[in-house]
C-alpha cells in the first residue's frame, strides 16, 4: 500500500480540524482566535504544499485513471478555497468600512464553497474506504513507526505514533 509520510498526514489533520473548528463556530470564537487560527492553517497549508512539490511519494497512486484525475482536481480546488478564504480574511483585518462589506461577502461565500467541497471530500473518502474497499483512509492514518525508521519529530509526538 502506497502511504503518505507521517509528517504529511499530522499536518493533514491538525489542518483538517482547525478548518472544521473555522467552519463550525468561526463566526462565535473571540476574532482573535479566528485570525490565529487563520494564520496557523496558512503555515500548515504553506508546509503541506511544500511536500507535496518535493517528493512524488506523497500522493498514493490509484488503478483508476478517472478518479486519480477527480481526486487531484477536487484537492487543488480545496487547497484554493482555503488559501482564498485566508486572503480574504486577512483583506477583512485590513480594508476600509467602504470595501469590508464586498470582502466579507466574498470571505463567507468561499466558506460555503469550501463546506460544499469538505462535505463531497468526506463522501468521497466514505466511499473509496466502505464501497470500494480499496483502504484510502489507511492510507491518511497514523501508523505505529518501527523504532529503526526515520522520523524528525518523533520525540514531539511520539505519544501519537
Known sequence: MNRYGPVFIILHWLS????LIQLSIGRLIPMSLHVLLGVLIGFMMIARLV???????????????VAHKLAIIAHRIIYGLIFSIIISGAGLLV??????????????????????MVGLHVIAAVFHQFILKDRLLSKMWIQKI?????FPFRHYIGFLL
Open 16 to 19: 483538517a480540524g482547525m478548518i
Open 51 to 65: 511536500m507535496r512539490f518535493q517528493s512524488n511519494n506523497q500522493r498514493p497512486h490509484t488503478d483508476q485513471p
Open 95 to 116: 480594508a476600509r468600512n467602504n470595501v469590508s462589506e464586498a470582502i466579507l461577502s466574498l470571505h463567507n461565500g468561499l466558506i460555503d464553497v469550501l463546506f460544499l
Open 146 to 150: 518501527k523504532e529503526n525508521e526515520h
